[in-house]
């Protein structure tokens, strides 16, 4: 298993508020969907929006997974793209949101019940589940509280990051990670593979988590 993370922030590190990237970056995170058999995605962010996770030219493939991660269990589904076109979405959430969850849903949703992680649900076993459904690459999405869980988890090969030419400086605004510790001692090492630059003025970087391993292997 291969396991993705792509994310954009702004020149200070944050992720929101708003549509942050160009048309430009919009075609690298469909590219990097084709190019993978699963995404990843954060209830929160589809609770701020309407993810349908298209790839490359608006298309929604059929043997593609698009998955969701709720601890809550509270997510919206009237109105949601997500739940009314391409395959059925999967839902991962805790085992006590589970029934309920998947009967509310019903044939919207393939729901999923997961252990408890160091940090809401465990990522690791999410990545699991999706492997046992035939996927080999998954491309985590986001927002900060699942990429902060994936990287404390040690579960994350490579991050695709784009800075953008912009800044925001709002307190509070969430970051590429957001958790209540240190991801490393105090920080998590990462080795870049690939940089360059768009005529956008976004920088487009490639790194390798190169101590997810032995972080993993502390918890």
């Given at each position: ?54 790839g490359a030219?608006?298309?929604?493939p ?5 998955a969701?991660i709720t ?60 492997g ?15 990429n902060?869980?994936?990287?404390s ?5 490579e ?23 240190y ?16 005529e956008?003025?976004?920088?487009f970087?490639?790194y ?11 918890n």
């Amino acid at each position: 298993m291969k396991v993705f993370l792509i994310c954009i922030t702004t020149a200070c590190g944050r992720i929101t508020p708003g549509t942050i990237g160009s048309p430009r970056d919009r075609r690298h995170l469909e590219d990097m969907r084709m190019m993978t058999d699963a995404s990843l995605l954060g209830a929160g962010t589809l609770r701020e929006g309407d993810p349908e996770m298209r790839g490359a030219g608006g298309i929604i493939p059929n043997n593609r997974i698009r998955a969701i991660i709720t601890m809550s269990g509270k997510i919206p589904v009237k109105g949601r793209r997500l739940f009314q076109l391409g395959p059925p979405p999967v839902v991962f959430t805790s085992r006590d949101q589970a029934p309920s969850l998947g009967e509310a849903l019903g044939h919207k949703a393939r729901v999923v019940s997961l252990p408890k992680g160091t940090y809401g649900l465990s990522v690791n076993a999410a990545i699991s589940d999706l492997g046992r459904m035939g996927a080999r690459t998954v491309l985590i999405e986001g927002g900060a509280m699942l990429n902060y869980a994936a990287l404390s988890e040690g579960v994350v090969d490579e991050i695709y990051l784009t800075i953008a030419p912009k800044l925001s400086g709002e307190e509070g605004a969430a970051s590429l990670a957001d958790g209540p510790r240190y991801l490393g001692e105090p920080f998590l090492s990462l080795k870049l593979l690939e940089c360059h630059t768009a005529e956008t003025g976004e920088v487009f970087l490639r790194y390798k988590v190169g101590q997810a391993g032995k972080w993993r292997n502390r918890n």
